[in-house]
């Protein structure tokens, strides 16, 4: 790519030796560097393309060697890497070698925190605020940059709180490009529409008068007016909601306009107070494809842009989508089902519903306690609701699970769409302790769906399972396209009932509980060794069944299987610790069955860094090569002596 | 108790028999009634006593049975229960037989929702707001009754923006008593503050004029002002927070008035838009130790008034105050350590450390999210941040605990108070999962305390480990008087190792792991058997440890107990759902240690109601006696063959 000015920036420091002039055509470099890697390998763009004037301006104006920037969310900060020296690694975007999506202080010293869940940088921000306050540091500027769909997280307004007490430099910056991830949901959204429409920078000099005269006398507001150069003086607003949080609230003023934002960031620096300055952007700016279709282009999967076609790439058919269309018919069949999504209508496919059904669903913005509570509410008029959310989300909505939903013995389905390994966002984005988080509470079942019939057998049992809360999990990942089991085929969940997909010919030398979709991989781990041994095609016999429900676990199956001497693998795509595996053998220990022959395949305890998702399941031995060396291994250890051919192989 | 009208009073149909005239006699019953039954019992007080005026004028407008009221924490809704039938429950309060000092839908069908956290009752009744017009019932208003306390809460402003959407009557009625449960923590508090020295509604007759000017011509707000009667037209405000978020704010209102507060409610309750009326009250209205220490009676332990005097029974040393202490201890060593509270300063301790150390340690206010990224924020500065929260809490701070602290290996301290179960509080803030939750957490420290010097080590423990985020639990107890061990005795914290706090004889007949206080009821429970069993002093023979480490567990310890073939029984007050004994089970499967003769005792899968701490732990089978009956019965259903008196018993 062609960005002569790009690539002579290693540092922030080379950035400040460019001239005011010169940023605008950065601007575009950085602009056209994202928009042809995205296009290549997929990532986030219309969020990073909507922030790169404010970072080059934050860039040349502060020292981040020094002082703090805190992302929220996370996905806006391809700018920001490319101005501190990881234009290298771009190319690799989202791939071990290259590039994290998210900000990574594995990364760079840059980054000071690895996010990828909305709200928390002002609240993280504030604790910096505070402690390098404490060592005596306090010149060590504090910003954050939040967007106008973080902010109506509740840890955003705790943080803004919270910031409002401080004694000390703090700049919040409000990127607001008028749009949560899809749209916002919230009567906030219409405040902040009143203020976009406001006059920007370029009107405020008419209203400088005005604003003075607004502003109380003797109060601090007053005194930083004074204090303040002419850009300050004619951008402070008076009337703006977050006054009341106790900043100086700043604004709107255009994102995009380098110079201002120089100019503003300047003046706000030494200002010794919480500040909060309201910048209006355009979320995919300067591409006309981005701009008009932000959805679509905010984290699209490869495409190519051809004159005016852009084509995103498909891949197959995702849970995603397969939950969308059975809950469009689960609708369409019952006028009681409501589906609730917390800002990720099309990650979890709940914008189709409610483009199908907008009275009986709805998207809460980044708020998923108040989705889990509300689902709560309309569990107890009677109506049957879904709260579609990442299994990495959930963990935000715990508390509200246990106290509105569980301890009601509420019947609040709770779908989880990305549980498992989610490929390349990463460690900030891994669906790897709902069941650990949700199996404590009395009366919960937990399911998984290992495809597509599951997923709706899965989804039916659950809208008539009406006496507690129930969680479902399906990985980001697609759905078989020949399924073990057809639709017809499917039967139907029944309350902590594992089902047989691959029958053995005989007693099995192994039973492999399989919980999700690692069915799958355990079914081509079985069909491997059975391939690699087809000359003696009597040496493995083992049984696959797709475990169904973690809670409660079959425990009749497991006595059996255990009475009979069989050893046991459990497989999930889940953290080991107090998962589905720990379950088992919660159960069998209570009803006095030995787990020595039981062996459990999960997640191990560490983070697992961004690659495609099937090298991370290769990574924690989750692919079927390695589920089928454990299965070798397992069956090696516990011959079963009561079977002929097992018998003969050991000896 | 004299109350002649409350004794009248069955449900709300009764009270609305009464005439306005004769209320402010039935507040002040309900009043004395309450403070006699606290002092004889304890409860919570002051938050009741505040809000006596407010639910009268509630239920006597509105019909509860009908409509929806949600209370927001629920520690204030003594007198709604006693007028709705349970006056006959209140002399057993807070215990099984008696009436829950939190709404309990087993209780009565007023009350909506079992609750105890806060900041939830927005969301819940946003959701049956919505729910009810789905079911074509939008005639059934909704009430969420909140604190000021509360609404700083992060839930409560998504509940709040969420709430500005709705088309529909809904009414927040916010509590305003001018504090958290201590002080509020936040920039809202100043302006909460301002809004309460405004007029009340004696004065607004002469703004009225003035508030019309303010509405914009053409707004909904001049609708509903000229659709309002004359008192909602005067206490209309304009220029009110909470109107960013689409709400029409009223007041402030005097809340105890109940002649204006019954007609403000008549005239706010047909509104067929989201309102948000601020009361004005008094926490602890009605009695004059209650006023001026409302925090010392939010919610005490019995007390004696005669005359002036005022006393607090006090029970034996909690491990609240050995902490407090040790921090103390602590703080003054080491000027790197700072505490964060979220408003249970008294609960945990910490009032004292802000009190010696104001500018390091910090109450958030009911924020526990906040508290736990401010953590992280602090540690990222080289700051040792310990963050003092009930366990019951630390469910809401979750995703702040995986992403800010774990994700980035920060190594904040969280200090877990009411951990187990609670008494009288009930199954609200049981603490009964917090094992479960933050396990899966790669590089997570767990740890208990079972004592004063054990605690003190503990903490000494994780104010030296830096390299990643440490979990301490410890009871709603008090700390015992003899500890097994002295401070001089007990051995420093060493990573996932055990302590060995009874020895046996000999090779034993089992050997107990308890996690936390659970081992002072094992070693009573080991001198029961030991006493039972004086004549034949060698019949049984049992080590304990202290297992001191959840994560990681001694497996060391683990392997030479089960390598010995000795039966191994874990104790914990937590549920077994991945809890501290499931910990233990994994260990073994993992390291191929059979686990068939492990016994795990813990919290079952339910509910635990109100009772005494010890009745709980009875119910449970967590109590000396129970155990010993568990011991008795492991050791007979695995005798240690190789020992001989074991060997000559089981002859």
Redesign the interface.
């Known amino acids: 790519m062609d960005a002569p000015l790009l690539n002579t920036i290693q540092t922030p420091a080379d950035l400040k030796r460019l001239s005011i002039d010169q940023l605008p055509q950065l601007a575009q470099e950085i602009r056209q560097t994202i928009c042809d890697q995205v296009a290549l390998t997929g990532g986030h763009l219309a969020p990073n393309l909507g922030v790169v004037e404010l970072t080059i301006a934050l860039h040349y104006v502060f020292d981040f060697g020094y002082d703090r920037l805190l992302f929220d969310v996370g996905h806006q900060c391809y700018p920001h890497k490319l101005l501190t020296g990881r234009l290298a690694l771009l190319p690799k975007l989202r791939t071990r070698e290259g590039m994290a999506g998210f900000p990574d202080?594995d990364e760079s010293p840059y980054d000071?925190?690895?996010?990828?869940?909305a709200?928390?940088a002002i609240?993280?921000?504030?604790?910096?605020?505070?402690?390098?306050q404490?060592?005596n540091?306090a010149d060590r500027k504090a910003v954050a940059l939040v967007g106008d769909a973080s902010i109506?997280?509740?840890?955003?307004?705790?943080?803004l709180?919270?910031?409002?007490?401080l004694d000390r430099q703090f700049l919040v910056v409000l990127n607001d490009n008028g749009m949560s991830i899809s749209d916002p949901?919230?009567?906030?959204a219409?405040?902040f529409d009143r203020v976009r429409v406001s006059p920007t920078y370029g009107d405020f000099k008419k209203r400088a008068h005005k604003v003075l005269e607004n502003i109380p006398g003797g109060s601090i507001l007053e005194e930083i007016y004074h204090r303040g150069g002419e850009i300050l003086k004619h951008a402070i607003a008076t009337d703006h909601?977050f006054e009341?949080?106790?900043?100086v609230c700043v604004g709107p003023v255009d994102g995009h306009d380098l110079p201002t934002l120089i100019d503003m960031f300047n003046e706000v620096k030494d200002i010794d107070r919480p500040v909060l300055l309201h910048a209006k952007t355009i979320k995919g700016k300067g591409f006309g494809f981005s701009e008009d279709d932000a959805t679509t282009f905010h984290s699209p999967k490869p495409f190519t842009v051809d004159g005016c076609r852009v084509e995103v790439a498909s891949g197959g058919r995702s849970f995603t989508a397969a939950f969308a269309d059975a809950m469009l018919a689960l609708m369409a069949e019952d006028e009681?089902i409501?589906t609730v999504t917390a800002a990720m209508g099309p990650g979890t496919g709940v914008d189709k519903l409610i483009e199908q059904y907008p009275?009986?669903s709805?998207d809460?913005?980044i708020?998923e306690?108040?989705a889990m509570?509300?689902?709560?509410?309309?569990?107890?008029?009677?109506?049957k609701?879904f709260f579609a959310v990442y299994s990495t989300?959930s963990?935000?909505a715990?508390?509200?699970a246990?106290?509105?939903v569980a301890?009601?013995n509420l019947p609040v389905r709770v779908c989880m769409d990305r549980a498992g390994l989610v490929g390349g966002d990463g460690?900030?984005h891994h669906g790897?302790?709902d069941i650990?988080?949700f199996?404590?509470?009395?009366g919960a079942v937990l399911m998984a769906a290992c495809d597509e019939p599951t997923l709706k057998a899965a989804l039916h049992f659950m809208r008539d399972y009406d006496t507690g809360a129930s969680f479902l999990r399906y990985p980001r990942d697609s759905v078989a396209e020949s399924p073990l089991q057809t639709d017809a085929d499917c039967p139907p969940f029944k309350l902590g009932k594992a089902n047989l997909v691959v029958a053995p010919n005989d007693k099995p030398d192994l039973v492999i509980l399989a919980y999700g979709m690692p069915v799958y991989a355990a079914a081509e781990a079985i069909r491997k060794l059975y391939d690699e041994s087809h000359d003696t095609p009597d040496t493995y016999d083992i049984a696959l069944y797709d475990a169904r429900f973690a809670?409660p676990v079959d425990i009749e199956l497991l006595r059996r299987i255990i009475d009979a001497d069989i050893p046991v693998l459990t497989i999930e795509d889940h953290?080991?610790?107090?998962?589905f595996g720990?379950?088992v053998?919660?159960a069998?220990?209570?009803h006095?069955?030995?787990?020595?022959k039981?062996?459990?395949l999960g997640l191990p305890?560490?983070?697992i860094k961004q690659a495609s998702r099937n090298a991370q399941l290769k990574e924690v031995g989750l692919d079927p090569d390695s589920i089928a060396e454990t299965m070798k291994e397992l069956i090696a250890a516990h011959p079963v002596n009561t079977h002929d051919h097992a018998t003969a192989r050991t000896q």
């Not at 199996?439 to 009395?442: H, K, S």
């Open positions: 202080p000071l925190f690895a996010v990828g869940h709200g928390t609240s993280t921000a504030v604790g910096m605020a505070r402690g390098d404490l060592n540091e109506v997280n509740g840890v955003a307004f705790e943080g709180n919270n910031a409002g007490t949901q919230g009567a906030m219409a405040y909601m009341h949080f106790g900043l009681k409501y009275d009986r709805r809460t913005g708020c306690s108040l509570d509300m689902c709560a509410g309309l569990a107890k008029t009677g109506i609701p989300f963990q935000r715990l508390d509200q246990f106290q509105e301890l009601q460690a900030v790897f302790m650990s988080i199996r404590p509470l009395p809670k953290t080991l610790a107090g998962g720990s379950a053998l919660e069998c220990n209570e006095g069955l030995p787990t020595h039981i062996k459990r305890m560490k983070w």
